[in-house]
């Protein structure tokens, strides 16, 4: 009876093993995929630095999409309570740039109206 005994233990101290390696695992991947908000600040600014050196080629489905991924990362804002003065003034000049670039594409399309009113827009995309 000893022998089976020792198979028991010898599988329970390899589930322990497995056990541990998983908890370690999950644990890292946990830590892995939190964003701390130095880490958020780079990919707002990542984001609309993209999006000003892109948007002239924006098609209307395009700047929709955009202007989506821009309100849910400034909704993201929300979650980091702690951002200090200095964090929410680059946020704001982040926002303040993307507000620029659409007033830009705002102004466009007012130019393109007039040329369209007097027929002046001969090669519209």
Known sequence: MAPF?????IKFTDMKKIFYVTLMAV????TACQQTKEDYIKEF???VEEVAE???EYTEKQWEDVA???EAL???AEKY???STEEKLELAKVQAKYAGLQAKKGIHKVIDGVKDL????KDKK
Do not use: A, I, P
């Open 118 to 121: 007097f027929g002046g827009n």
């Open 45 to 47: 600014e990542s984001f």
């Open 27 to 30: 644990m890292v991947m946990m």
């Open 5 to 9: 005994f020792g198979f028991l233990l």
């Open 68 to 70: 989506k991924e821009f």
């Open 74 to 76: 400034v909704k993201q």
């Open 54 to 56: 892109e948007c002239e």
């Open 81 to 83: 309570e702690d951002l």
